[in-house]
């Protein structure tokens, strides 16, 4: 009963904390396909339209400046076929050989060159009736404008979102060649880097008149990311490792009972002539055994919890599951730590059974 109990904690504390360092390697996964969508350093946002040649123009005369790219950013409404009108969706209108932008396409392709548009799976949890090759009916600016949908690509953590070539954005808006956000790629790397080009870059579009609504680096927007992750992946951590911590106490106060119930058995051992360090390995082997037993329960236990986690956690806070990743050097890395643990957990009982005397352990009763 008792090995029971201990196997069972052992087995849910290995579970769990491959689950969540899984989850944690998820985060990380979905982390990086957020930014996908942010492959510059410093991004712009301005009151209103400017020239994109204007704009490049007196970007690149700000010292570390690699490339520059002009993206506008709009709302639309879908007009559904019904005659029902959809919430507000965001527009992001970028050059469709964009350099800056490169989310994985689940379904179809990315943008054409005119035409066509490119919708997330936030949209899709919206109106889920869209699919690719079915045509959209937008209203922008007060127009009516129909667009066949060519892709659908993950979230970006930012809601529903339509992607389009920045040239039919212009068209419809009235605003061609014109840009509401200027995406800048630094020299350097770096969240310091970064953070120097950004006050640079304002001072020197606020000094040549352009309004500048606000300015964000990369860096930022993937801290602020993972912010929504960091508290509920570090309170399972702890939970797991509480765990842990406990099953190895349990391991250990297991493995003492047994000594004392089995007292006469290490006499018999000795009589027959086992020496002292036999005894011990005798021990000690029987701790590794009911570690190794938890790990590769546990390892395949954590196969379905940490999908599970996985899912549950990303519905939670971003209503779309993390891309799944599962950690096998968690898995590997534990399985070490808990024969370390096993390991610990026996040497006190071996060394308790190894002083015993002959005389005393066959007149205990």
């Known amino acids: ?53 204007r704009l490049k123009q007196a970007v690149q005369q700000v010292p570390g400046v690699l490339a520059v790219e002009g993206w506008s950013i709009g709302q639309a409404t879908r007009q559904r076929p019904d005659g029902s009108e959809s919430e507000g969706i965001r ?10 932008m490169a989310p994985e396409v689940t379904t179809g392709q990315w943008l054409p060159q005119t035409g066509g548009v490119v919708v997330n799976s936030d949209l899709l949890e919206d109106e889920p009736d869209i699919h690719v090759g079915q045509d959209l009916v937008l209203e922008m600016d007060g127009r009516e404008t129909s667009w066949r ?12 979102a339509i992607y389009m070539a920045h040239e039919d954005y212009g068209l419809v808006t009235g605003s061609p060649g014109q840009a509401t956000h200027v995406q800048i790629v630094s020299e350097r790397d770096g969240a310091a880097a970064q953070r120097a080009l950004e006050t640079r870059l304002y001072e020197h579009l606020d000094a040549q008149g352009f309004q500048v609504a606000s300015t964000e680096t990369a860096q930022s927007i993937n801290a602020n990311n993972e912010l929504l992750f960091t508290v509920v992946v570090a309170f399972l951590i702890l939970l797991a490792v509480l765990l842990a911590a406990v099953g190895g106490l349990g391991l250990t106060t297991t493995m003492g009972i047994n000594i004392l119930e089995r007292v006469r058995e290490i006499g018999v051992l000795r ?3 086992a020496s002292n360090t036999a005894v011990g390995r005798i021990v000690v082997a029987e701790g590794l055994v009911i570690g190794l037993l938890s790990w590769v329960a546990g390892a395949l236990i954590s196969l379905p919890l940490s999908t599970f986690l996985t899912e549950q956690v990303g519905l939670a806070l971003i209503d779309v599951p993390l891309t ?9 890395a534990w399985f070490f730590v808990l024969l370390g643990v096993a390991t610990l957990a026996s040497l006190g009982p071996a060394r308790s059974a190894v002083r015993m005397t002959i005389r005393e352990v066959l007149a205990y009763e």
């Open 1 to 53: 009963g008792r090995l029971a109990q201990t196997l069972i904690v052992l087995i849910v504390g290995t579970a769990l904390f491959i689950s969540v360092l899984s989850v944690r390697a998820s985060v990380d996964a979905t982390l990086r396909d957020f930014m996908r969508y942010h492959r510059y350093d410093v991004s712009v946002a301005l009151d209103m339209p400017y020239r994109i040649l």
């Open 91 to 100: 527009v992001v209108a970028v050059p469709p050989d964009t350099e800056l």
């Open 149 to 160: 949908v060519v892709g659908i690509v993950p979230t970006e953590s930012r809601g529903p």
């Open 271 to 273: 009589a027959v002539g």
């Open 324 to 332: 799944y990743h599962y950690s096998l050097v968690s898995a590997l």
